[in-house]
């Protein structure tokens, strides 16, 4: 398959999940894979077999696309709970002082009477 068709065909996989820059990305690099091959004379057919499957490559980067969205989903929902946590113990602190501020007002006033 030559070079042009190596590349529609990944894309055609690829645009289903990815965003149009990370597509434009991975289309780039792939395409730089066969310029390198036919500065080394090799053909697109030689190129395209030793790059394997579009189908396949592309199963691969969605993969890990899928991966790193769990793994960022992951962080940011631990993110959130610590700030819960973070929070939650901020206002715990408030509020001890606010009764500690009211029983002193509270002393000062039965103390004045």
């Known amino acids: 398959m030559n070079k ?18 990370e597509v434009d990305d991975i289309l780039r690099d792939y395409g730089e894979y066969f310029e390198d091959g ?4 090799k053909t697109d057919l030689e190129i ?22 769990k793994t ?11 700030v819960k946590r973070t929070a939650q113990k901020g206002a715990k602190t408030v509020a001890k002082g606010a009764h500690a501020a009211a029983d002193g007002i509270g002393r000062g006033i039965h103390g004045i009477s």
Do not use: C, H, W
Request: proline share 2%.
């Open 4 to 21: 042009e068709e190596y590349l529609l065909k990944l894309e055609a996989y690829l645009k289903k999940q990815l965003s149009r820059e």
């Open 38 to 41: 036919r500065r080394r004379n």
């Open 48 to 69: 395209s077999a030793k790059l394997g499957d579009p189908q396949v490559i592309a199963e691969q980067f969605l993969e890990e696309y899928r991966e790193e969205k």
């Open 72 to 82: 960022k989903a992951f962080r940011n929902t631990m993110e959130i709970e610590a």
